[in-house]
């Protein structure tokens, strides 16, 4: 019943498996990829005929991962799986990146990709086996990918490269680089990194561009045994050479002139004016639509990357290196804890930090488990930032991913939680665009934290490269603006701080690039990086001293576990009590670890000294302030630290003769006690008479021996 093929590789130190045949059968694609234990199945299925009048390819990538895989139940009501994680989301774009520029550009028809994570082994992310499934899924499909395409993940370890670490090891590797590509090229990376040089960057790309090469050979041998019959390609309409030199007559000088306009809303304005007429005589002519508006799209193309290629001059007249005008401010919002105001040229990002408490922790419910995340940034992008109306809904992929970005970005060079014990949340704002709003983010996110007073090793600055290339000839393009981003062969965004680099995204466009280009990119990116750092320099060079005035302050400390308990209370009876009597917000870890936080330092104060008369125990030798609670014959009982009592005995009540306790005492009074001892069954012996009861001071030997029974 089954026709099984399948193909086995030893990769990483682990057994690959690509199996198809047996599942899925009636998808155009799937493929069943076991690495580990941790199993993926990738489909891929596309309509038969292409939607009239498209003039774009409509490819849509889905990765989803089902709870079961890992033998648990999905948390909340519904017990099932919602809507997509930020996680999916971005292993998703992961996916969607190195494939889509390898789709034949005439291929229209409607294409979907799905990867279903059914079986996870906790130890090897789903990620690199699913754009592997996908690769092969396309390449045995049929459909017009000129792939396939391979995936590793790079970590860097004790100095060395590791391929795919498991996710153990991620945590404490210097570097989390995934990258994508040709067996000619590399077509996608996104990174996190802890300050690698250039050199080290392009060395872990060139690492996982190598040691991929297995997977791409082994999906050529299983398509050579199994691979459907290819498409056939759509044929080009026969009106399209007249249809070019009719766009050209019509167009081609006025895009000119266009196209010299420095000013980004006027320059939009002309060309958009000038493609609504073309298309419209054109379309009277008898030409299709879908096709003027593609051919009319590859006009401007050629037109601006030859420009740029002839004289080295970009639309806005800079040169290839020059970054944009930078003003950064800090400290616009009076009552946020921080905010920053980051201008690039026509990009702007408005960037607010907000410092919270443990409780404002985000509780993430993954397939690996539940985790806290103490580190959050939000990237919003309105349309009024183009100069467009539109709907105002939840975040889309695309800020899922540029949030993602930035929080990479500057994630590294976040403090400890036992340094700065904040939740911290981050929110950029981009109220203009014109090319790079993500690295506008990173820019502004740095300066807003430091204004928060979060003690950020080095600020964090990013920039965003381009390329145009065409045969040999290729330029690299310093913070490109929008028009260079569509027009362009390449996105490629870096950022880091002074001592290297903390993120880097590629996307090509084209089916691959060079190390030549990318060693390139990479050193003029640096030079940008370190222009940009001097101009937020101005602003704001390092972190503030202090949180803002309207931050909550909070302290941290430990207290033995077996204290915890005590702290709480039955039914949490205590922790509310300190909590509504002192204002303060108390948070307790497993391990003993108490965050306490307020509106100021008497509140935290309070808190705090509250818990530790719970878990501490008293000094001997010490002064304590405490409240006479009770009278006997024999001296009086103190309560004097948290909950502890002892004894003050007769003759320690005062420097001199007692007849009667209550000669000296009276229930209710607050009094300064100096520890004695504590006998091994917890008792304690307390004096007054050896501390001065007005200023709280020990009264020295000498004075009480002069001043007993006199």
């Known amino acids: 019943m089954f026709k099984v093929h399948k193909k086995e590789i030893d990769w990483g130190g682990q057994k690959l498996t690509l199996e198809t045949g047996k599942i899925a059968r009636q998808a155009d694609g799937a493929v069943l990829v076991t690495y580990g234990e941790t199993v993926v199945l990738c489909t891929a299925v596309a309509r038969k005929e292409a939607a009239p009048d498209v003039d774009f390819f409509p490819l849509t990538v889905q990765y989803q991962e089902k709870y079961y895989a890992a033998g648990r139940i999905p948390g909340g009501f519904f017990k099932r799986e919602g809507k997509p994680s930020d996680h999916e989301t971005l292993v998703s774009r992961l996916i969607d990146r190195p494939i889509r520029p390898l789709f034949v550009p005439t291929f229209r028809n409607d294409t979907q990709v799905i990867c279903t994570v059914l079986s996870h082994d906790m130890e090897t ?17 049929g459909l017009p990918f000129l792939g396939p395409i391979g995936a590793a993940r790079v970590g860097f370890i004790d100095g060395e490269f590791v391929l795919n670490p498991i996710l153990a090891h991620v945590p404490v590797s210097k570097l989390n680089l995934v990258v994508a590509g040709t067996a000619e090229g590399v077509l996608m990376v996104e990174s996190e990194a802890h300050e690698l040089s250039e050199s080290q960057m392009l060395d872990a790309v060139m690492f996982g561009h190598s040691h991929f090469q297995p997977i791409i050979q082994a999906i050529i041998e299983l398509a050579e045994d199994c691979a459907k019959e290819p498409w056939e390609l759509p044929q080009e309409d026969p009106q399209k050479d007249k249809l070019i030199e009719r766009l050209k007559e019509l167009s081609e000088s006025d895009l000119k002139k266009a ?23 054109l379309k009277e002519e008898g030409f299709a639509e879908a096709l003027a508006n593609s051919e009319f799209k590859e006009l401007e193309k050629d037109l601006v990357r030859g420009e740029i290629l002839k004289s080295g001059k970009r639309i806005d007249g800079r040169d290839t290196k020059t970054i944009r005008p930078i003003i950064s401010e800090v400290g616009l919002l009076p009552r946020a804890h921080g905010s920053a105001l980051f201008t690039r040229g026509d990009t702007q990002a408005l960037v607010v930090a907000t410092l919270g408490t443990g409780q404002d922790e985000q509780m993430i419910d993954a397939l690996e488990g539940e985790y806290k995340e103490t580190f959050l940034l939000h990237y919003n992008f309105p349309p009024y930032s183009v100069g467009e109306t539109g709907r105002l809904g939840g975040p889309g992929r695309r800020e899922v991913g540029h949030g993602k970005l930035a929080w990479r970005a500057l994630h590294p060079l976040m403090p400890s939680k036992d340094k700065f014990p904040y939740t911290v949340r981050v929110v950029s704002e981009i109220t203009e665009s014109d090319g790079s709003s993500s690295m506008a983010s990173v820019c502004g996110a740095s300066l807003s ?34 028009d260079e981003d569509h027009l362009g062969d390449m996105d490629f965004k870096v950022a880091g701080t002074d001592k290297g680099i903390t993120a880097l995204q590629m996307d090509i466009k084209i089916t691959s690039i060079t190390h030549n280009i990318m060693e390139i990119a990479l050193e003029q990116a640096r030079e940008g990086r370190m222009h940009i750092l001097g101009k937020m320099a101005e602003a704001l060079g390092s972190a503030r001293e202090e949180v803002r005035e309207y931050a909550p302050r909070m302290t941290t400390f430990t207290i033995p576990k077996d204290k915890i308990r005590e702290v709480i209370g039955s039914g949490g009876k205590v922790i509310r009590e300190i909590c509504e009597t002192t204002g303060a917000k108390v948070d307790i870890s497993d391990d003993g670890t108490i965050n306490v936080s307020g509106s100021s330092a008497d509140v935290i104060e309070a808190a705090e000294k509250w818990i530790r008369g719970i878990t501490d125990e008293p000094e001997v030798g010490v002064i304590y302030k405490g ?8 001296g009086a009982f103190v309560s004097f630290f948290g909950s502890q009592d002892g004894l003050v005995h007769i003759s320690e009540l005062a420097p001199r003769r007692v007849e009667k306790t209550g000669d000296v005492v009276k229930v209710g009074d607050e009094v300064f006690v100096k520890v004695l001892e504590m006998d091994s069954r917890g008792k304690i012996r307390l004096s007054m008479k050896r501390v001065d009861q007005k200023t709280g001071q020990e009264i020295s030997s000498e004075v009480n021996s002069t001043g007993g029974d006199a």
């Open 627 to 634: 409240k006479v609670v009770r009278i006997v014959d024999f």
């Open 259 to 281: 196209y010299s306009i420095k000013e980004k809303t006027l320059r939009h304005e002309k060309v958009g004016t000038i493609k609504t007429q073309t298309i419209e005589a």
């Open 449 to 482: 934290l430091m204004d928060a007073g979060v003690p950020l090793d080095r600020p964090v600055a990013g920039i965003a490269m381009g390329l145009i290339k065409e045969g040999k000839k290729f330029a690299v393009l310093s913070d490109i603006i929008g």
């Open 125 to 141: 992310p789903a990620d690199i086996p699913a754009i592997v499934g996908v690769s092969a899924a396309l390449t045995l499909s």
